[in-house]
């Protein structure tokens, strides 16, 4: 399988999330935007999740995982950059990454302001702005485990209108580049790219999860639905025009494409179209970088072929991290083979790709396991 042939004989695209998941929206919508069928398994909003673990030993934390036939992608970043790579526009697939209306390529520009603006500062923010009853129900134990410390609800609920502050700040910076725009998308690019999908879905979770539209998802149950005032305090038509006319064209685009989702089949038959799938090649495993790993600097912190290594993020959730032999690495991406988890074989043979943004890989001993 590889980029050239993909479009000849399509692997399955699956993907796995729970519908009030910040990140599988934003997952969703580059689907959506690409048009590219898709079958979606939901999975809990909360841990264990064995069907991950029990399937392809994977034990990462975090919503959503995406596979293309038996290759699974852990984290946005690189599944945004897997989608493009595999279904890409000489295809007939829409781009991620469409040019500026002068021809510059704003690619690079627009990965970086994904990563290390809408993915981080603004996702913290409109997280500050879950009502403080989904805190007081499991799903708050549970991410305690995953941050790493207990979480006050009341604490939380006080810092609401501080957060709204938050938002209102990041709104008043993103203003001047709507008005300033020649046209109707971010970059002026031609068509919607992922600084469009990136800010949108953040608003538009954030507006959902504030109201408490989705809790009830979120939580498991756990707490009823609401109907606050959600953001529209500070996101509205008279405080930021540009900005908020900007929002209801891209909802009317995104609803304007057809959906290419299949939502959860029998998960077994699922299994099966995967196992079918080929295995990438060594030499295209890897997502394409301007440079091939530096195999010095690598060994040096001991990441050589067939390492037995641990991948965790580098922010929550670093005490659930993934451990297998590293099969491939570039200064963007690593890959492994999972080990055994609890000594049960996995269902699928699969490798495992982790960006290398946000993320650490370390070698381990099996003595340490």
Not at 206 to 224: E, H, P, Q, R
Not at 258 to 278: C, H, R, Y
Not at 295 to 314: C, H, M
């Amino acid at each position: 399988m590889n980029a050239s042939n993909v479009a000849a004989s399509p692997p399955p695209v699956v993907l796995f999330g729970y519908e009030s998941s910040t990140f599988t929206l934003k997952v969703r919508l580059a689907l959506r935007l690409k048009q590219i069928p898709y079958t979606f398994i939901t999975v809990p909003s909360m841990m264990p999740r064995p069907l991950l673990k029990d399937s392809f030993g994977l034990t990462y934390r975090k919503i959503p995982v995406l596979a293309i036939g038996r290759e699974i992608y852990c984290d946005t970043s690189i599944i945004c950059e897997a989608l493009e790579h595999f279904f890409p526009p000489n295809e007939g697939y829409q781009s991620l990454y469409p040019k500026a209306k002068d021809g510059r390529d704003y690619r690079g520009l627009i990965r970086g302001f994904v990563s290390y603006w809408t993915d981080r500062p603004l996702f913290r923010v409109t997280t500050g702005l879950i009502p403080a009853s989904v805190w007081r129900t499991s799903f708050g134990d549970d991410r305690a485990k995953l941050i790493g410390h207990k979480l006050d609800a009341d604490k939380l609920e006080k810092k609401i209108p501080e957060n709204l502050g938050h938002l209102d700040l990041q709104l008043s910076l993103l203003e001047p580049l709507f008005e300033g725009q020649s046209g109707p998308w971010m970059f002026s690019t031609s068509s919607p790219s992922m600084a469009d999908i990136s800010v949108y879905y953040q608003l538009s979770w954030g507006n959902d999860i504030a109201s408490g539209k989705s809790i009830y998802n979120l939580t498991g149950g756990g707490t009823d639905n609401t109907t606050s005032r959600g953001t529209s305090d500070v996101f509205n038509a008279e405080r930021y025009p540009a900005i908020y006319s900007w929002y209801r064209m891209v909802e009317k685009y995104f609803d304007s494409l057809d959906s290419t989702e299949t939502k959860d089949p029998p998960f077994e038959d699922v299994l099966g179209q995967m196992k079918k799938a080929p295995t990438l090649g060594k030499k295209s495993v890897l997502l394409p970088t301007p440079r091939p790993a530096h195999k010095e600097l690598d060994e040096r912190t001991g990441l050589v072929d067939g390492a037995l290594i641990s991948v965790a993020p580098d922010d929550t959730g670093r005490a659930d991290p993934t451990v297998g032999e590293l099969v491939a690495i570039s200064p963007e991406e690593i890959v492994i083979r999972p080990e055994k988890v609890e000594g049960h074989e996995v269902k699928v043979d699969v490798r495992i790709h982790f960006p290398r943004v946000g993320f650490t890989a370390r070698p381990v001993n099996r003595s340490q396991l």
